[in-house]
């Protein structure tokens, strides 16, 4: 057994310890064939079934239903902020979006470079992203309405989804995906890195509406293209092959956790006791309004910058780390992602009533 | 000691045994640190000294000289098919193109997608690529020519570099990056997939001179963009981290190699040794130009499809693996990347003897 310290990074982020051991256990000579997944053919026999077991499971374990294609891409969700105006949003048309942070306006920002019309429809940038917006109107002509699921920085995730009519709802989901049960029905398009819930950075995943695929114009960049790269079932190039057999292992993981209900439950025990620690003295300030707040990313506040960094600096030599927030907010933030053990969410809790007594 | 089979992919292939023994060693605590390279933040310390040794080592063993840029990017050869004519085409330009087969001619293919005038100044395709085309005009107002060093499928390889005066050479190098000494100084860019002789598959290196990056507009999307990831070191968003540092490990083990010249050499002598065996009686059949013969893919004929049939079959069964041709040509192919130990080689050459007694 190898030591192992509690990881609260916010992505690339922790993976489940039997996750890794599996890997390791196959790395040199997968299931006895003499080699290593990094080193088959994509085209190998072994790696198809690879490939669409994790397409099968991703169906399975995120309750995706019929009529939806799970498509591996790469390039990050920074890639399907361009992807998704470029297939989706034809010249003459206009999307909304709506704006709970730096991912939201960077999504805004890229489709806008790209030459295309965009609505943010709502933004909550007027109280530092702290909720997510509950009025707004959405264009009945709109291509889409883009939203964010989960703020990584501030720490706010939608708790009951907008309700769109015809216009599809197109979801950033890279941070929370995964985490709670979800009707997918409600969505045209999900998409999200792998890595925060679901594998190692490199490998994005694009879950989506069969019939959207249909409206990629043909002259997009070929590695954009739902059309091209969802037609050749994620084969169309050499794709990222041992991040998606992660991604098959991490799917498997959830699986036998008892699924998304049972990783659900164990995420809002985890998020109920880090924001009770946070709420139960004056102490600790969270940042976000209550009926906003993550299962993901806790951000908080201490009294002062010192002992922020003093709360850094104590709870990494405790064994527990990524817990400074962004650069760009500064304070403290805990996420804590499927992969992170009720274990360590206790530990921390633990760790910041000692550092109370020490320093309040 | 795992037993491993000899790897004749033609990619994703064979990495060093060494390479994945390091990985498997460090895949759950890295040097000790208590998670795996999957599980750091990019923004890391730990994970910023691999970035950067990545670099230095692509700088230092490949021979990069001062002015030149090394990028890290996702989307393989296919996305770079976009990205070069994006970032380096302007409007109102073109660029000159060299086809010896199927990458060359997707490469074309995409530019001319997405609007770009394209000139092919030479093809092979009259002698089904069987050669790299010595004749041509390079247009001197071209915006650069566009090569591929190596063609994996016919088995292809350039001898020399076309002199091309002001003109960038840019230069698809996946399949033989670093399978030979180059002068990268002839080059203004050079891009490869990295699952030949770099890594795993789901990372591209993209090496440019510096003042290339200057050409990239504003309006395309930001993931193509060489001025925006190269301008943030290859830390624009998420990178993948764990291909990354398989890089950096492969980088390293051919520094520990003895560096390209003993690399080359290794590589010449694996290639010697099965033209050879082609070329010894009647039996076997090259379908390349003796002058336009690849080091990495070696692409060659039986006396019929049945025997080529039964050869797969045989070779297979004697624990030799990837020796099909690829689909849309045919016959056998034995990719020898870097990774490929000399006993392989020789394996199968033998092999080839005996497959010939008993059929010939």
Aim: hydrophobic share 40%.
């Amino acid at each position: 057994m190898e030591n192992r310290i509690f990881n609260f990074n916010a992505g690339p982020a922790a993976l489940p310890l039997a996750v890794l051991e599996e890997i390791k256990n196959d790395l040199i000579s997968y299931k006895g064939e003499g080699l290593s997944v990094m080193e088959m053919s994509h085209r190998s026999k072994t790696f198809d079934a690879i490939i669409k077991e994790a397409e099968a499971l991703a169906k399975e374990v995120l309750q995706i239903p019929a009529g939806y294609k799970v498509i591996f891409m790469q390039g990050g969700a920074s890639l399907q902020f361009a992807a998704v105006p470029l297939n989706l949003l034809p010249d003459g048309g206009s999307a909304d979006y709506i704006s709970t942070g730096a991912w939201s306006k960077k999504a805004v920002a890229e489709a806008e470079k790209l030459g295309k019309s965009v609505n943010v429809i709502a933004s909550s940038e007027d109280s530092n992203f702290s909720r997510i917006p509950g009025e707004f109107t959405i264009n009945s002509d709109a291509a889409y309405l883009h939203i964010t699921s989960n703020n990584t920085i501030f720490g706010t995730q939608w708790q009951e989804w907008p309700e769109t009519g015809t216009v599809p709802l197109v979801c950033d989901m890279s941070s929370d995906i995964g985490c709670r049960k979800v009707d997918i029905g409600k969505f045209g398009l999900i998409y999200a890195g792998a890595q925060k819930n679901m594998g190692p950075s490199g490998v994005t995943i694009v879950i989506m509406r069969e019939e959207l695929m249909e409206r990629s114009p043909a002259n997009i960049p070929t590695m954009t293209s739902y059309k091209i790269i969802g037609g050749k079932d994620s084969l169309y190039n050499t794709p990222p092959t041992f991040a998606i057999y992660i991604v098959k292992l991490v799917l498997q993981w959830v699986k036998n956790m008892g699924g998304l209900e049972k990783i659900e439950q164990i995420n809002r025990e985890k998020a109920r006791i880090l924001y009770e620690a946070i709420d139960a003295t004056g102490f600790y300030r969270g940042t976000v309004e209550k009926e906003s707040r993550s299962l993901m990313n806790v951000p908080f506040r201490l009294p002062s910058e010192d002992l922020e960094k003093a709360f850094v600096e104590e709870s990494t030599a405790a064994g527990m780390i990524g817990l400074k927030g962004h650069r760009s907010v500064g304070g403290i933030r805990a996420s804590i992602y499927n992969a992170v053990p009720l274990e360590a969410v206790k530990t921390l809790a633990e760790f910041m009533r000692d550092f109370e007594r020490k320093h309040g």
